[in-house]
């Protein structure tokens, strides 16, 4: 029998995370808003209901549970059908109540709402700098004030990760994948800090990579160690009697789950010993042991630590005590001889391979996460703040860390300034903080905050470009447009991202597509109407209203055209639903685009407006193009759009819009087309007096002539 004492070692994580790895969201952020959406109306239909039972009750009610799950379901928050639906839906909302979106009633909060508007309005840079100083969109900003005020429950500490890893980034400038995954996530002390942030600066001082990895390993396990629940338990498995191992060695484990879940660790101590202690090396003894780590999912680590790489059964049978590594080869228990040094080796094992393998399942969710401020990027193995950021926190980590890390935030739910976030945002530490980045970006101390933004927009303007020319080159952009057509999503988001859907996705590659026709003319970041992560890559879509990408050309150098918009819309829609989804929007879009940006060269005096006099024109890409969605478009040359607009009544006599598929793309990359080419083919197409069909065909001969 188990002591009481022993039955108090369950499991207490040392590891902080948002959310839960039960399931694994690609999008965040769009599913984010997709939930807050589902729980806001089926609160409101529940409520509008009006019967005394209809009431929001979300803890123990089963039953509201379920219908979220199926209406989370229907928006594609989730896929496949959960056998216990109640459960899914409570995890499914755990990581929005950690960040003070939803209360634990699963209500939407005031900070909950201030996103919901935030993404339904303009995705532009917020305008006023005492409000938004770190330059992002409204979305990213108020996933930045959150996250700053996020605090989780780590076994009995309390801590706010995001304030972390600001603090480390501020001391150390960046950190590699290593230090964010294995290190950084275990900081809940400020104890941990200390042995962390030590680690890190003898890290960079290493160059040779098994040094470092033993390095890590042992820096990890000096933080396990530290815990008390960990120390219990290794007095436990040092006191215990021979007669009770195969009862203590499952409760030392410490499995998240029951002890039955850590059976197979007592038979795995067992051979250990029997191997290296009593010295049985046998051919059937080690294949004992090679099979025992390699059926079990909780044992996989220790078959990598045991066993060569690339050792198969047939070798162990063969090879039998050469299979096995040496102590050189990273195997701690090749030469021990006495079993106390056995235990604590196994149970440092152990707790190592098991908190390894947990880091490294939570650091992509907490990447998710962090990503979802704009303010951090993640590129090429390499953990840093994106530009103004990294002057801010600079500045106000030290003392934020200090003030902030290991407590709780009294406003979580609120919607929030800065300054109610942290009083450490104060005029005068952004200033010092911007005065910095002034002197940096070689501006004068005086230049105005605009021109600060500017000068910041210029450089992610220039990486955006440098990006598409490593990333995007017209070979893998055509293949790209190919798996659209075909909707191979799992190999789309492989090559792009998969933090943004497949439409969004879509829209995204057409304009980094016409970028390149266009020869990287224009202020492209500001002509997508998408929102982007730190690292430049599609996020969500922008609220509606407008085209998906508002490309904004000056008059070209060699004349071809003339100052013009082209609005360009992107649709994965067949044939079935085009004509329905998208006829209406694109020739609203565009109209309106003429009449609110006046986008013309004359007016008559009874509001009308010319399609020669016309200075905006949309295009419509789809990887399908429905003929009679064509024709409907070409027909719109010779229809009136009207409406009014500040205080007058325009009438367009005729709108230009252009339908193509992703086949001609393709070929217009193929070929190496550029805009200056095109512009004059579609001026002729607007201007044709043929029949729909044959003006198109007349206009893709062109195309491909060239």
Known sequence: MSTAQDQRLYYESIIWVFGTTSLRPRQLSHKIITILQALTE????????????????????????EAFYDLAKERGVVTGNAPRKAKDARVLTSGLVDLGLLTEERVVTDAGRELLAATESSSEVGEEPETNIFAIDRESFVYLKQLLKASLRVGESTVRPFVVVAKLLSEFGSLSYDEFCYLAQLITTHDDYAIISEAIRELRMMTDKQQIGHYIDDTIWRVIISKPRYQRAW???????ESRLDEVIPIIVLNRKSVRYAECFAPLY??????????????????????????????????????????TRNKVRKNAVEALC????????????????????????????????????????????????????????EIKFDTLPRYIFREIAPRLFEQATFATHPRLADATGLMEVSDCFTREAVEVATSTARQDLGLAPTEEWGEVEKTIQRQRTEKFRSLVEERFDDKTLIRLLRLMEERKDDKI???????????????????VIWYRVSDYRGDILSFLKLSLDAELLPRTHAAGGTADIVYQYDAAPDGCYPPHTLLIEA?????????????????????????????????????????????????FVATTLDRNVRNDFYGRRNIDYENDFDGAHVIL??????????????????????????????ESYFSSTDKSAPAYEELKDSIMSL
């Open 42 to 65: 089926l609160e409101e239909s529940l409520l509008s209901a009006g019967s005394p039972s209809s009431t929001w009750q979300w803890g123990g009610n089963n039953e509201l549970q």
């Open 493 to 511: 988001f492989e090559l792009v991202t998969d933090e943004a859907d497949i439409p969004t996705i879509f829209e995204y590659l057409v304009g």
């Open 326 to 381: 040496s102590h050189g080869e990273g195997n701690p228990f090749a030469d021990i001889k006495d079993e106390s040094v056995l235990r604590a080796y196994f149970f440092k094992q152990l707790h190592l391979i098991k908190t390894k393998a947990t880091l490294k399942d939570y650091s992509d969710l907490n990447k998710r996460y962090i990503k979802l401020t704009n303010t951090i990027l993640f590129e090429n193995e």
């Open 235 to 241: 007095e436990l498995l040092k006191s215990a009697e």
């Open 571 to 619: 649709t994965l829609t067949d044939s079935t639903t085009q004509r329905s989804n998208e006829m209406e929007p694109v020739s609203r879009h565009l109209g309106n685009y003429i009449i609110h940006e006046r986008a013309y060269t004359y007016i008559s005096n009874d509001g009308v407006v010319r399609m020669r006099d016309q200075t905006a024109q949309s295009l």
């Open 270 to 311: 067992r051979l250990l010993r029997r191997i290296y202690i009593e010295g049985d090396s046998t051919p059937s003894k080690i294949t004992e042991l090679y099979d025992l780590v390699s059926k079990s999912n909780s044992l996989k680590g220790w078959k990598q630590l045991l066993f060569k790489k690339g050792t």
């Open 653 to 682: 006599d005729g709108t230009k819009i252009v339908g193509i598929d992703t086949k001609l793309l393709a070929e217009i990359l193929r070929r190496e087309v550029k805009y200056s080419s095109i512009y004059p083919l579609f």
